[in-house]
């Protein structure tokens, strides 16, 4: 069965600090991967997805850059953070050849910048 | 911009009531409709994937779609204090296979 990881579950970071969030599935090959973040009280805005190896669309311009050295390895990074990037980090997939409607989330990792 | 919107509540109703959350979306292109329940805390879970016109039921929830008001709406059976939570309803991008666009959520407190 496939299972999606993803760590720290919990940071504090400094403000102007780096980030590198990361996120791995299991038991799938070649998957769609996704990072999300959710504002308090807010909904999931969509930041990033790769449909591949190297291939990146970023759909936020901001201070945040995502990257997949491999294939089922999903990197959220930062060089300085800013109080705004504060919230709840989700990292997700979907099969291959499937579409959006099977989309599976990580554990989620809550982000307080001060 | 593409949005979906939701009353963010909280929407309280006793244990044994029929809870209804209801969703509005802008793209009228959109063909994919999906409810996620997302406790304190945690990750958001898929509970109701809804494509056509009308009612689907499973269970104890059941969605309705009506395109031409484009809106979508969960109602929840026979509520329980486990369905306490925040209810996310997400609506796909018409011109992306990649893309959902998700409201704020609906807080839904069941009362023992």
């Known amino acids: 069965s496939q299972t999606i990881h993803q760590w720290p579950a919990t940071l504090v970071q400094p403000v102007g600090s780096p980030l590198s969030l990361e996120c791995t599935v299991e038991?799938?090959?070649?998957?769609?991967l996704y990072w999300y973040r959710q504002a308090a009280g807010r909904g999931l805005q969509l930041l990033f997805y790769s449909v591949g190896i190297g291939q990146i669309s970023s759909e936020v311009p901001q201070n945040l850059s995502a990257s997949r050295p491999q294939d089922r390895q999903f990197i959220l990074s930062s060089k300085k953070l800013l109080l705004s990037d504060s919230g709840f980090y989700l990292c997700?997939?979907?099969?291959?050849?499937?579409?959006?409607?099977?989309?599976?989330f990580g554990s989620g990792t809550q982000l307080s910048v001060l | 911009q593409k949005e979906v919107e939701q009353n963010s509540g909280p929407l309280s109703v006793p244990e044994g009531a029929i809870a209804s959350l209801n969703c509005t979306y802008s793209?009228?292109?959109?063909?994919?409709f999906f409810w996620y329940r997302q406790y304190s805390g945690k990750s958001p879970e898929l509970i109701m994937s809804i494509y056509s016109n009308g009612d689907k039921e499973d269970g104890r929830f059941t969605a309705q779609l009506n395109k031409a008001s484009q809106y979508v709406s969960l109602l929840i059976r026979d509520s329980q204090p486990s369905d306490s939570a925040t209810y996310l309803c997400a609506v796909n991008v018409a011109d992306s296979s990649y893309k959902l666009i998700f409201g704020s959520g609906t807080r839904l407190l069941v009362r023992p």
């Open positions: 793209d009228r292109g959109s063909q994919s």
């Open positions: 997700a997939w979907t099969p291959a050849r499937g579409g959006i409607e099977k989309l599976f």
């Open positions: 038991g799938t090959s070649n998957p769609n």
